[in-house]
């Protein structure tokens, strides 16, 4: 970790900084992962409420104790980085608690803990079909920023900075829509898997316009507070000066992006993993990076050309995915899947 911040040229002090965080931060991601995949399992027990109060909390409580410690004293990032640790440990085992005292397992522990998994082939084997595409997909997207990261670099140190924090603000928006579409996501596999096409079909559809609904507010929200929600991210003119000249292409990227997101999860739904990857595969690193690279590398742009080079990627995979989203054959998809889940429960 030192050794890459060095190579994106920050002095020593810096990478020393980074490489004391990095340490905290893996171990930090270990009560991340099991807590997120506790939440998934929350989500389709019909426990999604109380997952999504938890979560709640703990963004609440993890602003309010950072918020607190660095105005009383001068923490390091790697202080920072053990609060959030100590936070993810200590809601993970609330939740185990609160679980275990409703009872809310007691149907799964059986088929959790009492029974050998692969002895059910047809469920391993669509187990497996169904998670290489998606971990595919996510390295994908996860890679796309980090080589927009470097790209970034090349422009110099505030663009890099300032395309770090567009990422975080980028992120945060997405999560909004990425709940909307996994809820979705979940719907539509629920009635396909119920033999209910037409269900199926007009969720699909209703997502599809809440989630472009839901950007409108977005870009509502950003085109008439942007100004004050710079000054308030940074108070560094010239970082303010490159966020502000970013917004509006952060604005047409919610729209572009409602669209992708809902389209991939239903996608997804339906059970055609490898088209969706390969759809998100042709918009993200075929155009997104190629771009991107041109416009940092070749033609030495400023951080719009990353940002124009990501909407019109999300913009050529959310069209495509569209597209084979609409001429859907519901009754098939619905057909396969209610098929395949009474072969698994053999």
Same mark, same amino acid.
């Given at each position: 970790m030192d050794d890459f911040i060095l190579w994106l040229g920050f002095d020593e002090e810096t990478a020393e900084i980074g490489y004391d965080y990095a340490i905290v931060f893996l171990a930090s991601e270990v009560f991340g992962i099991m807590h997120e995949g506790l939440h998934y399992f929350l989500d389709v027990c019909d426990h999604e409420?109380?997952?999504?109060?938890?979560?709640?909390?703990?963004?609440?409580?993890?602003?309010?104790?950072?918020?607190?410690?660095?105005?009383?004293?001068?923490?390091?990032?790697?202080?920072?980085?053990?609060?959030?640790?100590?936070?993810?440990?200590?809601? !993970?085992?609330?939740?185990?608690?609160?679980?275990?005292?409703?009872?809310? !397992?007691?149907?799964?522990? *059986?088929?959790?803990?009492?029974?050998?998994? !692969?002895?059910?082939?047809?469920?391993?084997?669509?187990?497996?079909?169904?998670?290489?595409?998606? *971990?595919?997909?996510h390295v994908l997207s996860g890679g796309e920023w980090e080589f927009l990261f470097v790209f970034a670099s090349l422009l110099g140190p505030a663009e890099m900075v300032a395309w770090g924090i567009f990422g975080a603000l980028w992120e945060s928006i997405e999560t909004v829509t990425t709940a909307i579409a996994d809820a979705g996501e979940v719907r539509c596999a629920y009635l396909l898997g119920y033999d209910k096409p037409m269900r199926a079909k007009h969720s699909a559809q209703k997502t599809m316009f809440l989630a472009f609904m839901e950007g409108v507010v977005i870009v509502a929200f950003l085109a008439s507070s942007g100004k004050y929600l710079t000054q308030w991210i940074t108070n560094d003119l010239t970082l303010q000066a490159m966020l502000s000249d970013l917004l509006p292409l952060i604005c047409v990227g919610v729209l572009s992006d409602t669209v992708n997101s809902v389209s991939f999860s239903v996608l997804c739904a339906q059970g055609r993993l490898g088209l969706a990857t390969t759809v998100y595969l042709i918009g993200s690193w075929l155009l997104t990076l190629p771009l991107a690279f041109v416009s940092s590398h070749v033609l030495n742009l400023n951080l719009e050309g990353l940002a124009a080079a990501v909407v019109v990627g999300n913009a050529l995979s959310g069209m495509i995915s569209t597209f084979f989203l609409l001429d859907s054959d519901w009754y098939r998809f619905s057909q396969a899947t209610y098929e395949r889940n009474k072969t698994e429960l053999v």
């Open positions: 409420n109380f997952a999504a109060i938890v979560s709640i909390l703990q963004e609440i409580v993890g602003f309010v104790t950072v918020l607190s410690v660095a105005l009383t004293s001068s923490p390091s990032l790697q202080m920072i980085g053990i609060i959030h640790f100590a936070l993810d440990a200590v809601f !993970f085992i609330i939740c185990l608690i609160i679980i275990n005292c409703n009872g809310w !397992f007691e149907d799964y522990w *059986s088929g959790i803990t009492g029974s050998f998994a !692969f002895e059910n082939f047809q469920a391993v084997k669509h187990l497996f079909r169904t998670s290489v595409p998606l *971990s595919i997909a």
